[in-house]
Every structure is written in structure tokens, then in C-alpha cells.
């Protein structure tokens, strides 16, 4: 294997690692949503989404008892996530891989890759707003976070200073949900927080703990 390796020029190294590395991290990343853990909302973390429910919710199913990245988010189609770019690298870089054992031109390959990951990201798009809508039938109430302790997965800033990201375990399952702050200080990432109160829109309101 290390003598196939060495025996492959740098660019074919360098994006071997990058496939590599890549499908690594996506397959560890799906595993771990599967199972519950990381949550829904890595999608969010690089971008924000409008607020509404997903279609498919049904009537008789309160807002206030969706998730928060229910009620803080729409079912539309977002790349730019952890696993849309994991997905472009992974995809993109095995597709550029194969397409220069055929046909021996870098630049050729890297059009083949950069569109094979771009029609990844869409497809990893498309299964993560399944998977959000899938979870938003589930009937979470937000209400029972309140007094529960968490960890800030995105920076709080300061009170009346926007929106962060809390990891916190409902139902025995670890999401992200969004979260605003009553002290005067930004919350760092990392830090614990505890919830104290509720928003209309399932946003949570925590403190420093």
C-alpha cells in the first residue's frame, strides 16, 4: 500500500488524502446523526434559515412543541453545512482521483471532481431536509428544557446581541437548538449553560452556569 502510494505523483497524493480524510469524517458525521448525536443543525451552523415549519408537520402539532431548529428554520435546501462540505471533499475528491487514471489531465479532473461534489452536496442537501422534516413529526416539547443544563455549540453573544447554539439532551437524544443570552457577557464555546426560560418561537433563554 505505502509503495503504491509513494509511486503516485504529489497531486495524486495530496487529493488521495483529502478522499481519505474526507469520507472518513462524512461517515463518522452520518453515524453519529443516526444515532442522535451532533444533532440536526450543523446545517445551520454556517448559515441562517428563515422562520417556519416544514410543510409536512401536521395542524394539530403545536410550534411550540417542535424543535427549536424547527420553529427557527425552513425545510429548504442548504450546502453550505458540515456535511454538505464533508460530502463535496469526499465525493469530489475520489471522482478526480478516477477521472485522472483515465484520462491523465489535472485540469480535466478537477472539472469532473469540483461538479461530481457540487451534485454531492445537493444530494446530501435533499437528505438532511428529509431527515429535519422526518424529525419535526416527532412531538419534542420545549418546555421541558427549561432548568435542563446544556453546552454553547456556537458563541452566545451577549444579551439583545443575537442568537447562538446550545447542545442540550431532550428525550435522550443530543440536538443543537438556537439560544439567546441574559447575561451581558458573550458565552464562549464550550461553556455550560443552564435553560431558564422559553421564547415563543422555541428559541432558548440561558445563562451562564
Not at 8 to 18: K, R
Not at 56 to 68: F, I
Not at 75 to 101: E, K, P, T, Y
Not at 174 to 183: E, M, P
Request: overall charge negative.
Amino acid at each position: 500500500m505505502m509503495a503504491w502510494f509513494h509511486s503516485l505523483g504529489l497531486f495524486e497524493q495530496i487529493t488521495f488524502v483529502f478522499a481519505i480524510v474526507a469520507s472518513g469524517a462524512f461517515v463518522i458525521k452520518a453515524g453519529l446523526m443516526m444515532i442522535g448525536i451532533g444533532g440536526m443543525s450543523d446545517m445551520d451552523a454556517l448559515e441562517d434559515m428563515p422562520d417556519d415549519v416544514p410543510d409536512d408537520v401536521p395542524d394539530d402539532v403545536p410550534t411550540d412543541d417542535l424543535p427549536a431548529e424547527i420553529n427557527s428554520t425552513s425545510s429548504g435546501l442548504h450546502f453550505f453545512s458540515l456535511n454538505g462540505i464533508l460530502a463535496f471533499f469526499a465525493v469530489g475528491s475520489w471522482a478526480v482521483l478516477a477521472c485522472l487514471d483515465k484520462t491523465g489531465s489535472h485540469v480535466i479532473s478537477l472539472i469532473v471532481g469540483f461538479v461530481a461534489g457540487v451534485i454531492m452536496m445537493f444530494v446530501s442537501a435533499l437528505i438532511m431536509r428529509a431527515m429535519l422534516k422526518l424529525q419535526a413529526s416527532g412531538n419534542v416539547n420545549m418546555k421541558d428544557a427549561i432548568g435542563k443544563i446544556g453546552e454553547v455549540y456556537l458563541m452566545i453573544p451577549a444579551m439583545d446581541d443575537g442568537e447562538g447554539k446550545v447542545n442540550l439532551m431532550l428525550n435522550e437524544k443530543i440536538s443543537d437548538y438556537n439560544a439567546v443570552s441574559l447575561d451581558k457577557e458573550p458565552i464562549e464555546t464550550g461553556a455550560r449553560v443552564r435553560v431558564v426560560d422559553l421564547k415563543d418561537d422555541g428559541t432558548l433563554v440561558v445563562q451562564r452556569e
